[in-house]
């Protein structure tokens, strides 16, 4: 199935843009929601991951205490990579049986670290949707009330925004109101849809 790999950093607006196109007819396969799914209680991965981070990343009802993991794979690259080997294969492997299972005209992947994780060849073309710094920290600050030292962190654990969007095929820039991004995605997904057909 043709297919757009949509990646952007924290913050950028990747789940508002995902959303339009979802209304528009795209089938969306978000990646985020995939990893909270394969890290419900009762799931298998959870178990692999306490044993590679720590008993202490779950809760008492034995759910992922995803702040404390979060701090966890920041302060030990070690843990992080443990975590990456258990998540992004299992991850990749939904995403793709859910893409096969799709019958929308073409697939939208969300995939925010899509190119640390080298995912961008299961699609055909990589869409990013890209916003200032300053306005990565305000948004996630709005969004999660994460200290402005953390999100910076993160945004430093992703490949560096020039180099993102120098990859891109299209680049949406996300940094005014989202009635500015409608006519961008509306263009953008009628360009899908002909590629999709030809």
Known sequence: MYSVALTGGIGSGKSTVAAEF???????IDTDLLAR???????????????ACGADVLLA???LDRAALRERVFQQPRARARLEA?????????????????TTPYALLVIPLLFETGQQTVANRVLVVDVAEAVQIERVQQ????????IQRIIASQIPRHERCARADDLLENSGA???????????????????QS
């Open 37 to 51: 799914e394969l890290t419900a209680v009762g799931q298998p991965l959870l178990t692999q991951i306490a044993a």
């Open 86 to 102: 258990i998540l992004h294969p299992a991850i990749l492997e939904l995403m793709l049986a859910r893409r096969a299972a799709l």
């Open 143 to 150: 969004r999660s009330g994460l200290a402005p030292d953390e």
């Open 178 to 196: 989202v009635t500015a991004l409608l006519p961008q995605i509306a263009q953008l997904h009628a360009e899908y849809l002909r590629l999709a």
């Open 22 to 28: 979802a209304t528009l007819g795209a089938g969306v």
């Open 61 to 63: 009802d034995g759910s």
